[in-house]
């Protein structure tokens, strides 16, 4: 099983600065089958990222993925009130598994 | 548009039964793999079976393999999900997701907004 490791916990950032959010995995996920998720609370999961790198569709270009083997990074600039929320990544190469998941809060 | 309507959640006593269900629309549901995930509350996620375009193969998670069975309908674009022997650690919002291309190698696209179900005595 693949393990996916989500840093930091919690990340304190303020409007209009950039996020960098990381997920490590215990073994090389397979043709970059990883993908990023938005939660809210009271809401389903929103797809953000799948291979990587591809937006899903109607996210804004503000998101982005990158990363290949065993680090994969969400990057998300100029911060926005709505963008705080709790993300997840998750590896689908190998059977399927999520991160503990990174919680964005207003600082 | 694409529409994932999960039901059948509730309370249930440990070492009970319940079945879930979810409804599709929008879609060619008889040629889509379809998955169930779930959240216990507080928690992250966790995915729990996936049952391919026609129902022939069906995975699971360690966790609930042996108790839990996926099957489908094609003719009534609907998904079930039964839940034997149920423990309080089953007790989480259960969603019903599908892909984008129908593959089991593709981020969860879709999802439905989840069905609530608690084991407790």
């Known amino acids: 099983e693949i393990v996916l490791t989500q840093s930091p916990g919690t990340l304190s950032l303020s409007p209009g600065e950039r996020a960098t959010l990381s997920c490590r995995a215990s073994?090389?996920?397979?043709?970059?089958?990883l993908a990023w998720y938005q939660q809210k609370p009271g809401q389903a999961p929103r797809l953000l990222i799948y291979?990587?790198?591809k937006r899903a569709t109607g996210i804004p270009d503000k998101f982005s993925g990158s990363g290949s083997g065993t680090d994969f990074t969400l990057t998300i600039s100029r911060l926005e009130p709505e963008d705080f929320a709790v993300y997840y990544c998750q590896q689908y190469g190998s059977s399927y598994s999520f991160g503990q998941g990174t919680k964005l809060e207003i600082k | 548009q694409v529409q994932l309507l999960e039901s059948g959640g509730g309370v249930v006593q440990p070492g009970r039964s319940l079945r879930l269900s979810c409804a599709a629309s929008?879609?060619?549901?008889?040629?889509?793999?379809i998955h169930w995930v779930r959240q216990a509350p507080g928690k992250g996620l966790e995915w729990v079976a996936v049952i391919s375009y026609d129902g022939t193969n069906a995975y699971y998670a360690e966790s609930v393999k042996g108790r839990f069975t996926i099957s489908r309908d094609n003719s009534k674009n609907t998904l079930h999900l039964q839940m034997n022997s149920l423990r309080a650690e089953d007790t989480a919002v259960y969603y019903c997701?599908?892909?984008?291309?129908?593959?089991?190698?593709?981020?969860?696209?879709?999802w439905g907004q989840g069905t609530l179900v608690t084991v407790s005595s």
């Open positions: 073994q090389s996920v397979s043709s970059s089958y």
């Open positions: 997701v599908t892909t984008d291309s129908g593959s089991y190698h593709d981020g969860f696209h879709y």
């Open positions: 291979g990587a790198s």
């Open positions: 929008g879609f060619t549901f008889r040629s889509f793999g």
